[in-house]
């Protein structure tokens, strides 16, 4: 029983796999990019998930060992590159061209040679270098012959290698571009809630956890096999992780391209009005006025857009608006979000969105002073958030205090 229950947990996390691959199959249709590459990276993992299963079991079946070899160099390194075109997908609304798809040329190169050097071998020699490789935990220690020796180089060091040079570029990359996504998000809406940014930032810790434990999985494959001690928390763990990525990833309902083409309305309503930003206001030149006399005018133009926006947001308190957008006031002072984001950026050093909800804690503020029988949900509503739980959390990271730690102190 005790046997059958261990079996039962190396195979869980490609079990889990399996069900978010199938998952998001079945609502293809309905998908956005991320969530169909999702399927084909749940489908990958769950192959490389089971080839650790069966090296840890214990069972030594040399036979399908050298040919797992290859399988699992193949499905692990086009997995990095999956993960990447995921994130990717999240953050940037732009088709993959074909630097993108150069990512894949690792696994293949490297998959493809390795095939070739174990048929060199035969199947009596790769049955010979694998039981080596395992027996002496990935080290080779009495083949010297030089097929098995390139073997060894390109399936263990070079392996390697590309491994964690693609983790720290995905992790790299992964990180950069959601700060970015996240600011562009926070420049345009006031609110962030229904923006899916939780599912993001899950994401990501995910992405962290996954590489950083494929890391180590596979510098153990040899290591652990037949001990369960180590393997079966790690396999538990495993299935937590890539179940906590599937659920995330199915979760996702507004992505960058949502987001790319609500900017693209603003744009089109920016011109309908006769607000687009113009290209001498990007460029200037000299032909149109002298570097003086444009630092002039710019400095006078951006004072009025001080002027404007202050006395929109606080005079008519905008910002008491549920799910207020940069277009929206960009609209009421005549103007384009471009001038806008440019003159809060060194106004303020700060987004739209901190901003409107420092406004908006500051009139929550003033409510408490002078109804103190308002609850924490009506004070939300009327200060301009669509939910409570932003609002508390927002709150919190403006006063340093929850709304009850507030409301005590101004009991007392």
């Known amino acids: 029983m005790g046997n059958t229950l261990y079996h039962l947990i190396l195979l869980l996390p490609c079990s889990v796999c399996l069900f978010w691959a199938i998952t998001l199959f079945l609502k293809r249709k309905t998908n956005n990019r991320s969530q169909n590459i999702w399927i084909v990276t749940a489908f990958l993992m769950s192959v490389s998930t089971l080839i650790w299963s069966i090296s840890f079991s214990g069972n030594v079946n040399y036979k399908i060992f050298y040919k797992l070899d290859v399988l699992e160099a193949f499905t692990s390194l086009l997995l990095l590159p999956t993960l990447f075109l995921g994130f990717k997908s999240l953050v940037n609304e732009k088709a993959f061209g074909w630097r ?67 983790i720290v570029f995905i992790l790299v990359y992964s990180t950069i571009h959601f700060i970015r996504y996240r600011k562009s998000l926070k420049n345009f809406f006031s609110s962030l809630e229904d923006k899916s940014v939780g599912n993001y930032l899950a994401i990501l810790i995910g992405f962290y956890l996954i590489l950083l434990l494929a890391l180590t999985t596979y510098k153990g494959r040899f290591a652990y096999s037949g001990y369960p001690i180590f393997t079966t928390p790690l396999m538990l763990l495993w299935s937590i992780l890539l179940y906590y ?77 549920n799910n207020l957008r940069m277009d929206d006031v960009a609209r009421l002072m005549r103007t384009n979000r471009t001038y806008i984001s440019r003159m809060l950026n060194e106004e303020y050093q700060g987004t739209f969105s901190d901003i409107i909800n420092q406004k908006r804690i500051e009139y929550a503020q003033e409510l408490m002073d002078s109804q103190p029988n308002l609850t924490q949900e009506e004070i939300a509503e009327r200060s301009g958030f669509s939910y409570t739980s932003s609002f508390s959390r927002t709150f919190k990271q403006q006063t340093g205090m929850t709304f009850r730690e507030y409301q005590k102190k101004k009991l007392f």
């Open 100 to 166: 993108d798809y150069i990512w894949l040329t690792p696994a293949l190169l490297i998959g493809s040679n390795m095939l070739i050097l174990y048929s060199l071998m035969g199947s009596t020699n790769a049955i010979a270098y694998i039981e080596e490789v395992i027996r002496f935990k990935g080290k080779l220690v009495t083949l010297t012959d030089s097929v098995s020796q390139i073997q060894h180089l390109i399936s263990v060091h070079i392996y390697s290698i590309f491994l964690s040079a693609q």
């Open 245 to 321: 990525m599937g659920y995330n990833v199915y979760q996702l309902k507004y992505t960058v391209d949502k987001f790319a083409k609500d900017l693209e309305v603003g744009d089109l309503e920016a011109v309908e009005y006769g607000y687009a930003l113009r290209e001498e206001d990007i460029y200037p030149t000299n032909e149109i006025s002298p570097e003086d006399e444009f630092r002039n005018k710019a400095k006078k133009k951006q004072a009025e857009l001080l002027y404007e926006f202050n006395e929109i947001i606080i005079e008519n308190k905008v910002y008491l608006q």
